[in-house]
Nanobody
Framework: QVQLVESGGGLVQAGGSLRLSCAAS????????MGWFRQAPGKEREFVGG????????YYADSVKGRFTISTDNAKNTVYLQMNSLKPDDTAVYYC???????????????????WGQGTQVTVSS
C-alpha cells in the first residue's frame, strides 16, 4: 500500500553533513508518522527519530539530539533527515519507516511501523 525509498546516503568526513530523503508513494495520504532507524554492523536496529505528519511533533534518540533534524514536505510526500556534525559512530544503514491509519504510541519501537524502505548507507570517516 505504501512504498518508501530512501536516498542521499554516502561517504562524509567526521563533522560533515548529509541529508537523507524518504519518498513515499501509494497510499501515502494515510501516513500518520514517519520514523528513521539505523543499523550498524553487529548491532540491532536503532531508533534515530521520527515526526508526525500533522503538528510536526518530533522525537529523537539521545545519541543524535542537537545534531539531527527531521522534517517533512507534504507536497512531495517526503521526509528528510538532516544530519550535521556527523561522527564515525553514525555509520550505519539508515531506514525510513511509516505508520499508517492510526496515531503512534511508541515511536522508538519498530513494531509500531507498517512499512519500511530499503535503506541507504551512511559512512562517516575519521
Amino acid at each position: 500500500q505504501v512504498q518508501l525509498v530512501e536516498s542521499g546516503g554516502g561517504l562524509v568526513q567526521a563533522g560533515g553533513s548529509l541529508r537523507l530523503s524518504c519518498a513515499a508513494s501509494g497510499r501515502a495520504s494515510s501516513m500518520y508518522f514517519m520514523g528513521w532507524f539505523r543499523q550498524a554492523p553487529g548491532k540491532e536496529r536503532e531508533f534515530v527519530g521520527g515526526i508526525h505528519w500533522r503538528g510536526s511533533s518530533t522525537y529523537y534518540a539521545d545519541s543524535v539530539k542537537g545534531r539531527f533534524t527531521i522534517s517533512t514536505d507534504n507536497a512531495k510526500n517526503t521526509v528528510y533527515l538532516q544530519m550535521n556534525s556527523l561522527k564515525p559512530d553514525d555509520t550505519a544503514v539508515y531506514y525510513c519507516a511509516a505508520r499508517v491509519s492510526s496515531p503512534i504510541t511508541a515511536p522508538s519501537s519498530s513494531a509500531e511501523y507498517h512499512y519500511w524502505g530499503q535503506g541507504t548507507q551512511v559512512t562517516v570517516s575519521s
